[in-house]
């Protein structure tokens, strides 16, 4: 806890009506100026204390909130609210909230400094709307809460350390500069995976062999055991699979928004065409890729939460150049950077 | 960010997160704010108000005062609620307390006088003086007057203090002008109830609190529809809260709750009755207690007051009063047995040589032999009552001069004896109307009168011959005097502002040919002059005129014999001993002519006043500049309180009043109107076909949002053309939709053509 004068000039102003008051008790020797002299006197040490008191016994939470589902939307407003718990019987004219607040993915932060009022017994609640103008996870630190003592002479700060977040999804891109040739030439390729052997379907459930099923789906010890052919019913996603892969390039942060927003919106754009995807990208922190399989929307916008807690890099083709040693199997995948201030979406291929 | 709701913007934090300016958008409770600080307002005026009656124990309707000065407390706060009202509110709110004042003005002025007196017997009674010199209050209940007063000056108190507290907190401020005065009591040793103490402790307290949370008022500029956060900071760095009324609430309490404690606890372990005692006193108040006396009894002037006020006469200097301005305070204690019911004049200036352009009148005891002849006159009254002559008389009078040292003396003063009192003992031989005792002026060899008694300056010859002629042509002393006291009467109105001499001119010849107004000296020393150059000896006299009516109001001294004091005949038979004061506006001027028989005696040719002339204090003058009626405001007031006749005057009067306020405040709407409206049209002419649709426009719609609540909720101009237009079957209104988007939104002026259709369509619909 540390303790600092709010303003000099006050403690001087209020120390020369003491010493005005003294010299006129001191003068008239009247019951009111020694009234008023004892009141002086005591007055700022019970401030000063109720404000020690309040420090020593606040206590604050944050919570991040968005105005509707789990995560926020690139643009609209996210809530923070600032949760401060004052026990006592003793309010504050002003506290102030020493703030941090930033994009953690982007490594963008930034300082603010509230000043809000606490009530007796109840504390304060401060509601910060934030708008994102970049997709990531909005992070709002409380560093410091600095008390004021009702008289204004002194602060008490208290060191805190309370944190709430938001994730903000990317904005969508209404028209999608791509090219659907890559992109089904990519799909082609895939299917040419698949009829080499290379199966990424999933066995979506066991049922009796009906007229017309492949013999390759047919589960044969299952069938020995039940003396009844039953196969395994595919749900053949294979040859729809795509692998995409952004750049987490943060040489500029437009550049890296708009490879954020494109590659959210190619995947929702895929997701809802039924396609299953594969989203990868190179973690800088573990030095490996991350590759999260996506079906639905939601596992779009959890695989994008857990990237935003990844660290950015500066070098616009890193995620792809180690593809070809890490991933040697894989063919061909979109590559998703950005040149020019625009994204680019091509097929790259393992040679 | 500018300080104004309509252009806050989102503010950057960092690179890609803004604050929305929705956080801006909280309200905060401005009503009870304001409340807030009226309680502090008026915390603050009746605290120091109670503090100071209670210090002196004045009595007065404490629950009438507490409620008045609350609500008015709260008006006042109240009108920084819109702009709107604080600008209006103020006016209103002057015009209303200057009918009040206006109509109860005799008791705001004796309820004051009643507080000042009580105050000046306080300290007579702390400095151990005698003070004889008390206002004159008109209402003698007390409780009533102090009452009013104690409104008057509460809600005055209100308006002040709201200025300083509502906008700044200025507690020091407030300090001193709530302690300024309460130091008097305090001065005096006189404490005042805790209650009080507590009031004036706790508003100062939560003024102070407030001050330095910081966080109690939004800026001037900062629009009223309120915003809960602001940017603060040398570069707007921090964001705080505006206020919070909340959290004032809780620090006011908490603040209020340790005043209300610590006071009862302090005196409680040092009671006030016991808290001098022992105490020896300080020898630094001591030395400034005759200062502070002057001041109490005298005002700041009895430092400065180099002639005292004697009604507007400086021993014989003529033409430097403008204004005659009266304190009614007693110049001058005379005890007698009245005799007479004739005035009686009391000598104290005697001007014989009258100086032109000098302006003033050389006094006629710098002429040799001038005091034999006085004394030879009361020494012949003295013969004829020695010798028992039945209408002659001795009269032993005592004087007291309080202000100034000049010498007083009734006419025919033999001699006067100073003693080892206060007071001057004059032996009069007064001459009753009946008593023709002719003067001996071989007394003393004393000769009558001189040739200075006759001479006029050669540069007032042409005025006082202009004024001879206009008399006529009377014959006899007695006439001309006559003539000339029925000329002034008829020509020349008496004035107590008659203005200074302009420079360079003389002050009989100003008098008599241009101003032609003023008051006694004016007519003393022109009448002198025109019985001069009618060959009648004649001097001017400044001293005290005391009329018998006074006699009524003064004080009997007990103890005393009749016979001690008067011998021989009296007018009005044997009569107590009595004391009268004598004040400044007893002071006065006159002439005294010579008859060859009776030798000097006095004449006074002073036309009497007009009554609305009596206008002498602030609420006098108020009051005649508000009603043309002839009676005097003062007694007009006493006697509507009585159900007296002259209450429709005053309800005329407050009317008038009332009236007069409300007329300028229509004024000021109108005028700012056609400000405005002159603005806009110079505006629309400066501007293009564009800018002009889209003032118009707005114009109507302001208009149309002001009677239309839902009208308010249209945003845009298809909104709103929408609104208006439901009935439209042509679809003319999305063409005006196209030209007012294009010439509030494109950069491309819409032709004149346009600008004529649109604006007909807006007229039509809007």
Redesign the interface.
């Known amino acids: 806890m540390r303790i600092r004068f709010e303003n000099i000039f006050?403690t001087v102003?209020y120390a020369l009506?003491l010493i005005i008051n003294i010299i006129l008790y001191?003068?008239?020797?009247?019951?009111?100026?020694?009234?008023?002299l004892?009141?002086m006197a005591?007055?700022p040490v019970?401030s000063v204390a109720?404000a020690w008191y309040i420090s020593s016994h606040i206590s604050a939470e944050i919570i991040g909130m968005t105005p509707k589902g789990e995560y926020a939307k690139q643009g609209e407003?996210c809530f923070f609210k600032v949760r401060l718990d004052n026990p006592t019987l003793?309010?504050?004219?002003?506290v102030?909230l020493k703030l941090q607040?930033?994009?953690a993915f982007?490594g963008?932060?930034?300082?603010?400094?509230?000043?809000?009022?606490?009530?007796?017994r109840k504390g304060y609640e401060l509601?910060?709307?934030?708008?994102?103008?970049?997709p990531?996870r909005?992070d709002v630190r409380l560093q410091e809460i600095r008390i004021?003592d009702?008289?204004?002479?002194v602060f008490f700060g208290k060191k805190v350390e309370e944190e709430g977040e938001v994730t903000v999804m990317p904005r969508l891109i209404d028209n999608l500069p791509y090219e659907k040739t890559a992109l089904e030439t990519g799909m082609l390729e895939s299917e040419e995976s698949t009829k080499r052997g290379n199966d990424f379907s999933d066995v979506q459930e066991i049922r009796e062999y009906i007229p017309g099923d492949k013999l390759m789906s047919i589960h044969w010890k299952l069938s020995a055991k039940r003396d009844i052919l039953m196969v395994k019913d595919r749900v053949s996603m294979s040859d729809k699979q795509l692998v995409v892969l952004p750049e987490l390039c943060n040489a500029n942060?437009y550049d890296l928004n708009i490879i954020l927003s494109t590659t959210y919106t190619l995947m929702k754009e895929l997701v809802e065409d039924k396609l299953t995807v594969r989203l990868m990208y190179w973690s800088k922190l573990r030095y490996e890729y991350e590759d999260i399989r996506i079906e639905y929307q939601s596992d779009l916008d959890d695989a994008f939460a857990k990237m935003f807690y990844e660290q950015c890099y500066y070098d616009m083709n890193l995620a792809a150049s180690h593809m070809a040693l890490v991933h040697p199997e894989m063919k061909s995948y979109l590559h998703i950077t950005s040149e020019g201030g625009r994204a680019r979406v091509s097929i790259r291929e393992n040679n | 960010m500018a300080k104004n709701t309509e252009t806050i913007e989102?503010r950057?934090?960092?690179?890609?997160?803004?604050?929305?300016k929705?956080?801006y958008d909280?309200k905060e409770n401005r009503l009870l704010t304001l409340l807030m600080k009226g309680f502090i307002v008026y915390l603050l005026s009746m605290g120091s108000i109670g503090f100071y009656l209670s210090a002196f124990y004045i009595e007065y309707n404490k629950p009438l005062c507490h409620i008045a000065i609350f609500v008015m407390a709260m008006l006042c706060a109240m009108l920084y609620y819109r702009l709107l009202t604080e600008n209006l509110g103020y006016l209103v709110l002057l015009g209303v307390f200057a009918g009040l004042v206006y109509m109860f003005r005799s008791y705001i002025n004796s309820g004051y006088y009643a507080m000042v007196n009580i105050t000046v017997d306080n300290a007579a009674q702390y400095f151990n003086v005698d003070i004889q010199r008390l206002y004159a209050e008109q209402i003698e209940n007390r409780y009533v007057t102090v009452t009013f007063a104690v409104l008057f000056i509460g809600i005055v108190l209100d308006v002040f203090l709201n200025v300083y507290i509502s906008r700044r907190m200025q507690y020091?401020t407030a300090?001193f002008v709530i302690m300024g005065l309460n130091?008097v009591p305090?001065?005096m040793?006189s404490?005042?109830n805790n209650l009080y103490?507590i009031m004036v402790?706790g508003g100062i307290?939560l003024a102070?609190?407030?001050?330095?949370?910081?966080?109690y008022s939004p800026q001037v500029s900062i629009k009223r529809d309120d915003i809960k956060?602001e940017e603060?900071?040398r570069k707007k760095?921090?964001?705080?809260?505006v206020y919070?009324v909340?959290?004032?609430v809780?620090?006011a309490i908490?603040?209020l709750a340790?005043?209300v404690v610590?006071?009862p606890v302090?005196?409680a372990f040092?009671p006030?009755d016991t808290?001098?005692v022992g105490?020896e006193?300080?020898k630094?108040?001591e030395l400034t207690m005759a200062g502070v006396s002057t001041v109490l009894m005298d005002g700041w002037a009895g430092f400065f007051r180099m002639n005292h006020d004697v009604g507007g006469l400086e021993g014989g200097v003529l033409g430097d009063v403008s204004t005659v301005r009266l304190d009614y305070q007693t110049d001058m204690v005379l005890m007698l047995t009245p005799y007479t019911y004739d005035r009686i004049y009391l000598r104290g200036f005697v001007g014989v040589r009258y100086n032109p352009y000098e302006n003033c009148w050389t006094a006629g005891s710098e002429r040799q032999g001038y005091n034999d002849t006085v004394r030879a006159e009361a020494q012949s009254l003295k013969d004829a009552y020695e010798d028992d002559y039945e209408y002659a008389s001795k009269a032993t009078m005592n004087i007291r001069v309080v202000e100034g040292s000049r010498l007083y003396q009734p006419y025919y003063t033999l001699s006067v004896d100073s003693g080892d009192g206060p007071y001057v003992v004059a032996e009069v031989y007064p001459r009753a109307t009946d008593n023709k005792t002719a003067v001996n002026y071989e007394y003393y060899n004393s000769v009558p009168y001189s040739e200075a008694d006759l001479h006029v300056p050669e540069e007032n010859m042409e005025a006082v011959e202009t004024i001879v002629k206009e008399l006529g042509n009377p014959i006899t002393d007695e006439d001309i005097i006559q003539a000339l006291a029925d000329y002034y009467q008829r020509e020349m109105p008496y004035t107590i502002s008659p203005g200074r001499t302009p420079r360079g001119e003389d002050f009989v010849n100003n008098f008599l040919l241009d101003k032609r107004k003023g008051y006694c000296s004016y007519y003393a020393s022109a009448a002198v002059l025109i019985f001069r150059y009618m060959g009648i000896p004649a001097r001017y006299v400044e001293g005290y005129a005391v009329d018998y009516e006074q006699m009524f109001d003064a004080e009997y001294v007990n103890g005393t014999y009749y016979a001690d004091y008067y011998q021989g005949y009296s007018e009005i038979g044997e009569t107590a001993l009595i004391s009268v004061d004598v004040t400044d506006a007893d002071a006065h001027a006159w002439v005294e002519v010579y008859d060859p028989e009776y030798g000097w005696y006095p004449v006074d040719v002073t036309p009497s006043a007009t009554e609305e002339e009596e206008v002498v204090d602030f609420w006098s003058m108020f009051a005649d500049i508000m009603d043309d009626s002839d009676a005097t405001s003062d007694v007009a007031v006493e006697n509507a309180f009585g159900g007296g006749q002259n209450v429709n005057k005053i309800i005329k009067g407050a009317a008038y009043t009332v009236a007069m306020v409300f007329a300028v405040a229509i004024g000021l709407f109108v005028l700012i109107k056609l400000i405005l409206w002159f603005a806009y049209l110079v505006r629309v002419a400066r501007s293009n076909p564009s800018d002009k649709l889209i003032i118009s426009y707005q114009r109507r719609c302001d208009k149309r949002r002001r009677r239309d609540k839902e009208f308010r909720n249209k945003l845009n101009y298809s909104q709103q053309i929408e609104y208006v237009i439901e009935a439209d079957t042509e679809k003319s209104h999305e063409k005006v939709i196209a030209i007012l988007e294009r010439a509030g939104f494109s950069q491309d002026i819409i032709s004149q053509e346009e600008y004529d259709y649109a604006l007909s369509w807006i007229k039509e619909h809007m």
Not at chain 1, 30 to 35: N, P, V
Not at chain 2, 237 to 241: D, G, I, R
Request: charged share 20%; hydrophobic share 45%; with cysteine.
């Open positions: 006050r102003g009506l001191w003068f008239l020797h009247s019951h009111f100026h020694f009234m008023v004892i009141i005591v007055a019970l109720m407003e003793w309010p504050s004219l002003d102030k607040v930033g994009n982007f963008n932060q930034g300082e603010l400094m509230v000043s809000t009022p606490l009530y007796s509601k910060l709307p934030l708008k994102a103008d970049l990531g909005i004021k009702l008289m204004g002479f942060p | 989102d950057e934090l960092c690179p890609g997160i803004r604050l929305s929705s956080f909280t020091v300090i130091m305090l001065y040793v404490e005042p103490v402790l307290a102070y609190v407030f001050r330095s949370g910081k966080h956060f603060k900071g760095k921090e964001l705080a809260y919070d909340k959290a004032m809780n620090a908490v603040a340790f005043i610590t006071v302090i005196t040092k006030k808290f001098n105490y006193g300080n630094y108040k």
